[in-house]
Structure formats: C-alpha cells, structure tokens
C-alpha cells in the first residue's frame, strides 16, 4: 500500500521546455550581476568556494566565477553550488513576478487529490530544495507548498544512484516498498526501483518507447 509518494519536477509535474526556455536563460542573464553586487554575502562566498573544490579553479572575482557557472549553465552541469546560486536568482524572478513556474494541467488537482488521500507528498529534483520550494510557491495554479511534506536535492545524492533514494526512504521514516516515485527518466526510476520503491513513468509525450516500469501518460491514469 502506497503510504507517500516522491515526485521528480522536470517531464514530471512540469515541462522541461520551462526550465530550459525560461529559468535558465534568465539566471544565465542575471549571473553577472548578481555575482558582482552580492559577491562579499557569505551564503554566496560559501557556493563560490564549493565551486572551486569541485572545479578545481581559482574563483577569485565575479568576472571569473561568473565564467564557470556560465560554462556549466552550457552543459547543464547538476552542480549543487550552481544550483544553489540559480534558486537565489530565480526568488527574484518569481518575487518580481517575470514569470510563474508551468505545471501540466492534471497537477495540481492530482496532488491534492493524494494529499486528501492521506498520502504525504515529497519532491526530488537536481534544483536546490530552494529552487524547489519557489517553483511550487510561485506556479501557475499558484501556492502548492502547503500540499508538500518535504523536498530532496542532490544533496541526498544523484538521482541515478539507488544509495540516493535509500537516503530518502530512511529520511521519510516508511518502509521503501510503501513509497512510490514518479519521473519520466528510466535511469531514476531504476535508482529507484533498486533501493526498492515502486515505480511509474511520466511519459507525457507519449513517445519514449518501452519500460520496465508501469508507464503513464498524465497523473489521471494513476490509481493508487
């Protein structure tokens, strides 16, 4: 019996055309501003010296920083100080009202739904628990925090690693085989289904071929 259910954010509950059209051009825009008028804040001095250790190279002006975060925003690098930094940008962005996060039109009633159920809701995403918290704040069917129990980053681990959804089992306090995960990633699922949850695929095109897990088009086709 599903007691709670993790969901990923990009493909899953919103389209990644968002994340890649909207939320990251405009922190790609915003970076070097931000980095030179916060640059001597502490919780942005903490990100830049995470990112030197993980990049290996001296970050010692926004101009310098700027250009590593604009390199891995290219590749689209799941790197937490990144991340971290982005979700700080996009609060702006949300705040000034520049734009709300998109969700598909069956999410916000499925969550609610669930959470009527009984069912606690969590998120894991590779954007900051930050992030995250500001894109169901500010999305398009409006404040959805209230519906959610908790957020996951990469801070529990990849989202390819079974070891990763282990951490959240244990951090959730229920047995695996009572968490479901919803994504539209194979990879994740697998991570998942090894750590022993059960798993659904979000295919919501309709065109990413077969599975080894249960494969649904929207939230209305899961019966819990």
């Not at 529990?156 to 244990?170: E, F, L």
């Amino acid at each position: 019996m599903i007691k709670a259910i993790v969901t990923d954010i990009e493909g899953t509950t919103s389209s990644i055309s968002f994340v890649k059209e909207v939320l990251f051009p405009y922190a790609a825009r915003q970076f070097p501003a931000f980095l030179e008028t916060h640059w001597d804040q502490p919780e942005i001095q903490s990100q830049v010296r995470a990112a030197e250790q993980e990049s290996g190279r001296s970050l010692e002006s926004p101009a310098s920083a700027n250009a590593l975060f604009q390199q891995w925003i290219r590749e689209d690098r799941k790197a937490t100080p990144l991340k971290s930094l982005q979700g700080m940008i996009w609060k702006a962005g949300y705040q000034n009202g520049d734009y709300t996060a998109h969700l598909y039109p069956d999410t916000a009633a499925a969550l609610q739904a669930w959470k009527e159920k009984g069912l606690d809701l969590y998120v894991y995403s590779s954007g900051s628990i930050a992030a995250q918290k500001l894109f169901f704040g500010y999305s398009d069917a409006g404040d959805l925090t209230g519906l959610l129990s908790g957020y996951f980053d990469t801070t529990s681990g990849h989202k390819q690693d079974a070891g990763s959804y282990r951490t959240i089992q244990q951090a959730i306090d229920l047995p695996a085989e009572q968490l479901l995960f919803l994504s539209d990633v194979e990879a994740e699922l697998d991570a998942a289904a090894d750590a022993g949850f059960q798993t659904i695929r979000l295919d919501r095109e309709g065109s990413q071929g077969e599975s080894r897990h249960r494969v649904v088009t929207s939230f209305d086709e899961i019966a819990l």
